[in-house]
Structure formats: structure tokens, C-alpha cells
């Protein structure tokens, strides 16, 4: 299970340098831009906020969805600059895109015109969320420091 969480893949310094870039690039953008954002109007949002129709989330009401929302696009966002924990973030704030994606703007255009909300925006978060599920945080993370091993991690 440790390898499942804390695995941070490669060890290549060149390597580990762009997913350093990505995962701080792509978990500040996030946490800042959008995480902070629904913090702060929190009130205003949590009238109207749609919950998924997807099975078992479909449960959820609007309020708990914004949370949950709220949890993903700053509590994974920030687990990932940090990189700690950086497959299991990167899924869940992946999974919040994809929620965002087509369930929140089932009905929108794919690419944005500047009428109105599209699902490109999510689509471009969920894309660095789903390299760094397959290739892990780098050397230069905090999941590094659990990696008992000092090689690089070979297959079996």
C-alpha cells in the first residue's frame, strides 16, 4: 500500500525537474485560482451549486458538493505542490474534473468562445493530473523521502 501512496517514480533529475514544474505549476493554479476563489465566496456559490448525478454522488447535496469540490481543488491541489501523496491527489482532483467536465457542463460547448462556461478549462486540469497518476510526484517530492529504495523502481 506504501508503494501504492508514496511511490514517486522515477528518479531521473531531468525528469523529476519537469514534474516538479507541473506539479507546483499545476497545484498553485488550481489552489489559487480556483480553490481560494470558492473559499471566499463559499455563500454566494453554495446556493446554486449542482450536485453530480452520478452514482453514488448523486446522494450528495448541493452544499456537500461544493465542499467536497472545495476539498479536491485545495487539499489535492496543495498535496501535489507539496508532493505528497501525489497518485492519490492527482486522482481526486481529476476526478473533480472530470465531474466538472461532463457532468457540470454536460450541455456546454467543448472549447471556450468566451460565451459562457466549456469544458476545455477541466479538460486541460485533468490532463497534468492524469501524467502524474501514471508517472508519480519525482525525485524532487516528499513521497521521494518514503522510498526506501535508492534506485529506480523496476516493474515485476
Known amino acids: 500500500m506504501k508503494k501504492f501512496f508514496f511511490d514517486c517514480g522515477t528518479r531521473d ?5 519537469g514534474l516538479l514544474f507541473l506539479r507546483v505549476t499545476i497545484g498553485w493554479m488550481m489552489l489559487y485560482g ?9 455563500d ?3 446556493e446554486g451549486w449542482p450536485a453530480p448525478a452520478l452514482f453514488p454522488l448523486n446522494f450528495m447535496s448541493g452544499p456537500i458538493s461544493l465542499v467536497a469540490t472545495i476539498g479536491a481543488e ?10 505528497l501523496a501525489t497518485r492519490p ?3 481526486v482532483l481529476g476526478f473533480a474534473m472530470v465531474v466538472a467536465a461532463f457532468q457540470a457542463n454536460a450541455h ?7 460565451a459562457g462556461p466549456a469544458k476545455e478549462m477541466a479538460v486541460l486540469y485533468l490532463i497534468p493530473c ?14 521521494a523521502g518514503f522510498d526506501t529504495e535508492k534506485r529506480r523502481r523496476r516493474w515485476k
Open 34 to 42: 480556483h480553490g481560494l476563489a470558492k473559499i471566499q465566496n463559499f
Open 13 to 17: 533529475p531531468l525528469a523529476s525537474s
Open 130 to 143: 492524469f501524467v502524474l497518476i501514471i508517472t508519480g510526484a519525482g525525485q524532487w517530492s516528499i513521497d
Open 108 to 114: 456546454a460547448p467543448f472549447f471556450a468562445s468566451g
Open 44 to 46: 454566494k456559490f453554495k
Open 74 to 83: 485545495v487539499g489535492a491541489a496543495g498535496l501535489l505542490i507539496l508532493g
Open 89 to 91: 491527489a492527482a486522482f
